[in-house]
């Protein structure tokens, strides 16, 4: 659907969009809060769901729980708007920018799925290192929200 | 190595560390500036890359080029501090705030990998869509630096 990519230094300093998509047609996104630069959210796109963001300014992934394009906010509402696409070096990931108001980007209610923290330092029994909670208000009620909605995290 | 994820309740709201490695054993890492919050890189550990990181509050990656365990800054110097380690609602991706002070964290030589953005709105033609950049100094010249090391850019 896009550019080819045929030379390195093009993919790395051109001026053409030539993303790199992984074995199932997938490259990985992060998305941001422009309000408060916090990490939001790690997601896939296709080409497709690349194109549609890049057209609407809108934030459309790949749902990998549902195997089909993700408008997101269809269902919470949360849309993501979108201020800036970023590509990086190898073309091989993207970032997206976006404003959520006051709204949230995580399914478990969090404004953002980064929630928790891994405290550092010496390891004594790798089974059993505590993470500890960095937001602790849910924006909203998930049950109220996605009713019967499957739960995309897998074990 | 981590402990064992047996309840979705407990992944995505417990207090254990939990992480999903996927079919390579692999965990996507978003790795941000704590001075800038810009988006540095976006990366990959193995359960041995993590347990390092939070050992030694220095990042550590998995190179997928180089298939062996990274130690950032290892050749170009500009070691990642980490301040901060992040796990996502269903523990499948990880954010890492450093502190690379007046370093660099893109092979290419750009402070932050992401120096490209891509314009929004309507596309003519997808395979023409061009990039911008966004950085334009280099904070060191990769030649130099990494003289005889192959380029992990991959086409």
């Known amino acids: 659907m896009f550019k080819k990519r045929d030379n ?15 074995e199932n047609g997938l490259i990985p996104v992060i998305t941001s809060d422009f309000k408060t630069g916090d990490i939001l ?11 549609k963001t890049i057209e609407t300014k809108e934030a459309h992934y790949w ?3 549902r195997k089909k394009i993700w408008h997101k906010g269809q269902i919470s509402g949360f849309v993501q708007l979108v201020k800036e696409i ?3 070096d ?8 976006v404003d959520i108001k006051d709204g949230a980007s995580c399914h ?17 029994d790798t089974k059993k290192i505590q993470i500890e909670f960095k937001e602790s208000k849910k924006i909203f009620n998930p049950k109220k929200i996605y009713k019967d909605e499957p739960n995309p995290t897998k074990l």
Do not use: T
Not at 8 to 22: A, M, N, Q, S, T
Not at 108 to 115: K, P, T
């Open 108 to 124: 478990v209610g969090y404004r953002s799925c980064f929630y928790r923290f891994i405290p550092m330092g010496k390891i004594l």
């Open 86 to 88: 970023r590509i990086d």
């Open 63 to 65: 749902s990998r729980s």
């Open 41 to 51: 959210m790690h997601g896939h796109m296709n080409g497709e769901a690349l194109k």
């Open 90 to 97: 190898d073309q091989d990931s993207v970032w997206l920018i």
């Open 8 to 22: 390195i230094k093009e993919v790395e300093e051109g001026k053409y969009l030539e993303p790199k998509f992984d």
